[in-house]
T-cell receptor
Framework: EAGVTQSPTHLIKTRGQQATLRCSPISGHTSVYWYQQALGLGLQFLLWYDEGEERNRGNFPPRFSGRQFPNYSSELNVNALELEDSALYLC??????????????FGPGTRLTVT | RKEVEQDPGPFNVPEGATVAFNCTYSNSASQSFFWYRQDCRKEPKLLMSVYSSGNEDGRFTAQLNRASQYISLLIRDSKLSDSATYLCVVNSYDLGIGAGSYQLTFGKGTKLSVIP
C-alpha cells in the first residue's frame, strides 16, 4: 500500500512569492494534516482537513491556507513568503480526526527555502 | 509551561545498552499517546502507540502514567539502527472550528546515538 506522498521534494522561492505544496494521503484516509518543522524546532500544527473541509488550524497567520480535494488530496498555499517560512513542511493522513485512537502517518515532506 | 516536554539529549549509548526516554504533558484531558522516531532530515515514523496498561513491541516498551501525566519509552539491547530522534506525541481534544477535533502535540524530541 502506498504511503503519504508529497510534492515537490524541494522548493526554492524568494521573499514575497507564493508557494504551493501538495499531498496525497494513504488510500482510505480522509483526514489530512499539515505541519511545519523549522530547523531546530519541533513540529508545529498548521492545518487539518477532513471530508473537504478545514476543521482546525494552528497558530499561524492567514497567509497559510489550503484546501482538500474530493479525492482527499490536499494542497498548502503560503502567500507573501517570509524568510522565516523556510522549513520542512510535513503532511500526514489518518482515517479521520474525530477519534483519538487513529494514528497519523507522515509523508516525506517538502523542504521550502525562502531567499 | 510547554505542552509536551522531553529531555533533548543527546543520549550516547553503546550497542546493547538499555536506554529510557521520559516525557511529560500538561493537558490532563489528553486522550492518546504515541512515540514516533525521526531520522535526520526525514519524516517522523510511528513507532508505537502508548496504552494505559503499557505495551511492548520487541525491544521497545512504552508506559503511560495518567496520574503523573508521564510517558516513557524503554529500548533494550540498543542497535546502531536505533540512532534517531524520538518524539513524544500527545493527542488532545481541541475545540477548533465547528465540531472540534483531536490535535497532535509533539515534543521537541530526544536524540539518541548508539555507538559501536
Amino acid at each position: 500500500e502506498a504511503g503519504v506522498t508529497q510534492s515537490p521534494t524541494h522548493l526554492i522561492k524568494t521573499r514575497g512569492q507564493q508557494a504551493t505544496l501538495r499531498c496525497s494521503p494513504i488510500s482510505g484516509h480522509t483526514s489530512v494534516y499539515w505541519y511545519q518543522q523549522a530547523l531546530g524546532l519541533g513540529l508545529q500544527f498548521l492545518l487539518w482537513y477532513d471530508e473537504g473541509e478545514e476543521r482546525n488550524r494552528g497558530n499561524f497567520p492567514p497567509r497559510f491556507s489550503g484546501r482538500q480535494f474530493p479525492n482527499y488530496s490536499s494542497e498548502l498555499n503560503v502567500n507573501a513568503l517570509e524568510l522565516e517560512d523556510s522549513a520542512l513542511y510535513l503532511c500526514a493522513s489518518s482515517l479521520n480526526g474525530k477519534d483519538a485512537k487513529y494514528e497519523q502517518y507522515f509523508g516525506p515532506g517538502t523542504r521550502l527555502t525562502v531567499t | 509551561r510547554k505542552e509536551v516536554e522531553q529531555d533533548p539529549g543527546p543520549f550516547n549509548v553503546p550497542e546493547g545498552a538499555t536506554v529510557a526516554f521520559n516525557c511529560t504533558y500538561s493537558n490532563s484531558a489528553s486522550q492518546s499517546f504515541f512515540w514516533y522516531r525521526q531520522d535526520c532530515r526525514k519524516e517522523p515514523k510511528l513507532l508505537m502507540s502508548v496504552y494505559s496498561s503499557g505495551n511492548e513491541d520487541g525491544r521497545f516498551t512504552a508506559q503511560l502514567n495518567r496520574a503523573s501525566q508521564y510517558i516513557s519509552l524503554l529500548i533494550r539491547d540498543s542497535k546502531l539502527s536505533d540512532s534517531a530522534t524520538y518524539l513524544c506525541v500527545v493527542n488532545s481534544y481541541d475545540l477548533g472550528i465547528g465540531a472540534g477535533s483531536y490535535q497532535l502535540t509533539f515534543g521537541k524530541g530526544t536524540k539518541l546515538s548508539v555507538i559501536p
